[in-house]
Every structure is written in C-alpha cells, then in structure tokens.
C-alpha cells in the first residue's frame, strides 16, 4: 500500500469523493466512477476513499477485491470478455475461449471469463472493451480484433 | 412523399450482432436515395435468431425483415423493403409470424413496438393506467389487488409478492425504501435486461406503484455491471419519468414522493440474492445475511424493504390497469399469470416467449425453439439458471407450474431454458456447476464455500480417478450435496447440489457409470 498516485489521478479521486460521499452507500458508486475515469482504482487510493467514508482501509480493500468488475492494476491492451457460462458452452465457447487464450500470448490483449452477458441466445458472445458481441466464431473474433487494430 | 417509418432495435442482443452498424448504412443509403426515413430505435421483439430485426411500417402492418447485415442493405432498397417489398430477408408481416403469434405477451405487449425511452409512445399503449388507478386506491385495495392477482415473484423464489408489500406497508418507519433486483446473472435469462432495455416505463411505473402502496419514497434498481446498455437506457427513462411528474416529489400531483436510481454491481453473481444485494448497495462485500430478520421488516439500511425482480414490478401495472381477475385467469393451479421464458442455448429458434404457466418443455423447445442450432438431438436442458436441475425427457410434458414442477425437482426459477445437444458433456456440466459456486461463493457458509470446491475434487476423481474407487467417490459427491443442500445459507450453495445430481442421475453413462435400470434423458 506503499504505491503513489499522479497528481493529476489524486485530482480525480478528490473529484470523485467530493461528489459521492455524501450519497447513502457511497463506496461502489465512487469505486465505478474511478475506474470509469482511471481505468482501475489505484491502490493509493483506498487511503483517501476510506477517510472520506469514515471507513478502515481494511473495509475499502475488502470492498475491490471482493467484486470482479473491480481493478487495482490497469488492464493491459484490448480487454476480451469471453463468456464461460452454460449457454454458451452449449454453443462452443470453450473452443472460443481456447481460440483467444492463444491469441492473447501474442496480442496485447487481457482475457478475462464473464458469466453471462444476457445474450444467451445469441451466443456464444463475447465484450471487447466493454462493447458486446454476439454469435462469435473463432473466425470472426480474429475478424473483430483486426478491424479494431485497423481503427487504432 | 411521407416518411418513411423504419424500426430497427437498441436492445444488446441487436447491437451485438451489428444494429448500430446496420442503422447507420440504412441511413446513408436512404438519404443517398433520396428517401426520407425516421429511424426508430425499438427494444427487441425477442425474435432473437432474426436480430438484428428490421422493421417498416406499412398500410398493412410492419413488415419484418432479418437478420440484416449492413451489405444487405442496399439490395433490400433494390427490392423496395421500404414499401414492404419481398427480398430473401422477409419474413412477412411481424405479427403473423408463428413464434410471436401465438404468445400471450402481457408484460411483453409494448416490448418491440414502442420507442423505449418515448413517454408518450408508453401511455399511447397503456402504460401509466396501472398507477393512475392505484392512485384513486387506497393502498391496501392495491395490496388486495396483487394478492387476488396472484403475482409471485418472478425472480425464482416465487414468493406472492402481495405478501411482501402488505408486511411493508403495515411496517411503522420513518423511512421505506423499494429495491427492484435486476442482478440478472443466471445463464440463459435476458428478459430482465429486455425488459430495462426495451420497455423500462413499465419497470418504472410498476415500482412506483409498490412505493405509493407500501409508503416508500425511495427506490433503487441494482443492475449488473454486465449490462452498460440496460443502465443507459433506465438512466434516461428515470429523468424523463422525474421531468413529466411520474417520479419526483409530487407523484402526478398527488403529493406523495418516489425518487428513484440505479445503481451499479460490480460483477458479483451472489448479489442476486436479495440479502447480499442490499449489503451492495449499501457499500459494503455483497455477502449473504442470515434470515430472520426478513427485509421486509430490516432491509436496505435496516428499515421495511419491498425487494422484487424487474419482471416482479413489470407485472403490476397491467394488474392494475386491467385487474386482478384479468390476470389471474391466465396460469394453473397456484401458479397466476403468464411469465416471460427465455429460450437460450443450443436452440434454433432462441428468444422470449412470455406464455401463461402450463406450457410444457417440449412445447416451448420444439413449437416454439424449432429444436438445436446444431440440428443435433437434444440431449439435456437445464432450467431455471445455473442452479437449476437438468431436466430428463421424461419430464417435458409435465404443465409448467411452481409446485408441480418442484415435486419433481425441477425449478422454473426466472424462466431460462438452457438446450444442449448430444456432444454435451453432462460431467463436464456438473463439474461446472461446482466450480462456478466456488468463483462465486461469497464466502460466509462452509458448506457453500469449502464444498463447491471439494466437489470438482470428487467430480474429477469420478471421471479421471480409478474406476475401482467410483461408487465410493459417487457416495461421497452425494453426501456432500446433502450437506450443501441442507447446510448453506443461501441458494447458492444450496442450489447447486441440484444441477449436479440430476447430472449423476439421469446421464450417470457421463460419470463413467453403467445404470441400465435408469434410462438416459
């Protein structure tokens, strides 16, 4: 918990706390707008959110890393959500999981499982960067993934 | 020459499978034309094998054509679609096709043929009768009203949702609060989000009605994080609902208060039970509470908490609007109503079919899903999410309905049908079910926390370990659902023995066991 925050990051966390903590439940509304701005909730932040919430710092970790949807790293690259749950397994998406661990060893990509995206009869489906994606092959992942290096 | 009236859906499922990319040539390509279009952004008619699902308004009826990709969009000009004309792509009038057909669509009436997010679109079909006659009620004939209805909770518990509100409303507090659980996590479900997505008035407006009835005068919807799109559109809903006096300090006028707002999850499936919910949304690790106190008497930060699912408030103001005998008379024996089921999966024809309780599973997976996509034989289907058991062959005739269901040890839970074809692993499924209760386990029972993992140890040691040890290891996955089953606080641990054993017991050749006396689903 040694970490240090950029001015500027410090800035957003004060920015954020001074618009959130007086709501009743605070904490994951501040931890999402953080990350949303920040792209993680960095480590050094936890000391401020807790003395803005009167809570220990032990509660504030507690909080992160108990919820998937939390970081304390930035993701690395284009973030690739495969869903694992049952109905896309009935439609391949081990093999499609399979298909983008290869292609994250190379690629600057962060994989990560999801457990349902509420497109269960589209599936297999898939989010890159947050965006969804439906009935995806390997193929048209590959597809997906060049045209977003294209845009970039 | 008159505009012409073109529907193309906002809903996820549309947008990941390249509505926005469609809409957008779609409206090049008219203006190139010449052709002036108004380009309405519908919610999803749940057709979802046709998505994305174009639309034009025609002297006949809409017209229906998909799934449209943006390079077929140009020969769909050529053919004069926006007449109505005939292309490979068409598949008539919507209305007249089979699937939509024959649905008794009551919470999904609107769901496709309204503007989501057009107040004015949602009262021209309906919406906000409910709360303008629960406004000339007093709240305990709205109470009796759900009650007579017999509106139980949609979220799977199944719990008449008439009960709950009356233990709140004659709860003394000075502040009541509403929370709608649109923590939608179960694979295979969606009509939730189609319903945040594609219709949130009617959310809205069924959650008002709970507040004024019950005496809350603030509410939160908790959606997961996994749906930015079902976020966006409440958000935009609720100002707009606050702006024109449905929300907001002065209810229509009336001078009663309902504020409302979501809030976000964080990727947490356990939130979905209600206890671990309201420690969410109050700050803090969504862990289970114990039960007493119910959160209708000690909920959201220890005061009276009507708690329902999204489908649960998305009921009411048809209820309300059109009475309880209107709805009571759909359904069987104590199961009221009609409910939105999910088809899902390996399914030719997957999407939502909202049918009155006594449709069967084969009706809904043949009539209606046309069997797999694969064309393969169904092997297994799971209903009911990830908790809920695989249902044998022999059981899809039997009328859907809570407690007949239950006898036999299936769960209807929030209507997701998950179909699976032959090259289906059920083992793999099982020890699925496991490893997944481990991920997601919040942690506070033992049985839920050390058994989910202990049991893809003895799942693994059936299927890889020593034949000689098999029925010892199958004994002991038994015991240790029974331990589960009985032991854990909440459904999660409690529930997910059941996806488990009908694995071990109705597919036991899966395990590496030979049963002849039991006949494989």
Redesign the interface.
Known sequence: MTAEMTAADRAVVQRVLAERQAM??????I??DIQDTLGHVPPAAVADIAEA?NLSRA?VH??IT?????RSEPAKGTVVQV?R???????GSDALWEHVSQKAKNADVTLEP??????????P?MSIN?K????VSPNKFDHLLAQLKKVA | MNRIKIYMPRD??A???GADEVAAVMALQAHQRGLSIELVRNGSRGL??L?PLVEVETPAGRMAYGPVAPEDVASLFEAGFHAGGQHPLSQGRTADIDFLRKQERLTFARMGITDPVSLADYQAHEGYAGLRRALALQPTEVVQQVLDAGLRGRGGAAFPAGIKWKTVAAAQAAQKYVVCNAD???????S??MTMEGDPFMLIEGMTIAALTTGATQGYIYVR?????AITTLNEAIAKATAAGFLGNSILGSGRAFHLEV???????VCGEETAMLE???????VVRAKPPIPALKGL?GQPTVINNVITFASVPIILARGAAFYANYGVGRSKGTLPI??????KH??LVEKAFGVTLRELMYDYGGGT?SGRPIKAV?VGG?LGAYVPEAQWDLPMDYEGWAAVGATVGHG?I????DT?DMSK?AR?AMD?CA??SCGKCTPCRIGSTRGVEVIDRITTGDAQQRPQQVKLLRDLCDTMVNGSLCAMGGMTPFPVLSALNHYPQDFGLSNPDRKAA
């Open positions: 009743p439940g605070a904490l994951l509304p931890l999402h919430l509660e507690g909080v108990y919820y998937h949807h939390f869903c749950a049952e109905a896309c397994q009935a439609c999801v457990y349902c995206l509420g497109l269960c009869a589209t599936a489906s947050d969804p994606y439906a009935r | 996820s499922a947008l990941a499978l979802l094998w998505e939608e996590g179960d694979s295979g479900t969606f939730d989000r994080s996994e749906y930015p799109h809030r976000k999850g964080a990727g947490s499936y969410g949304i109050e700050g803090k690790r969504g930060f999910q088809l899902a999966g390996n399914i997957g999407g996509a799971q990830p997701g998950v179909v699976h074809d289906a499924l699925y997944f991920v997601e």
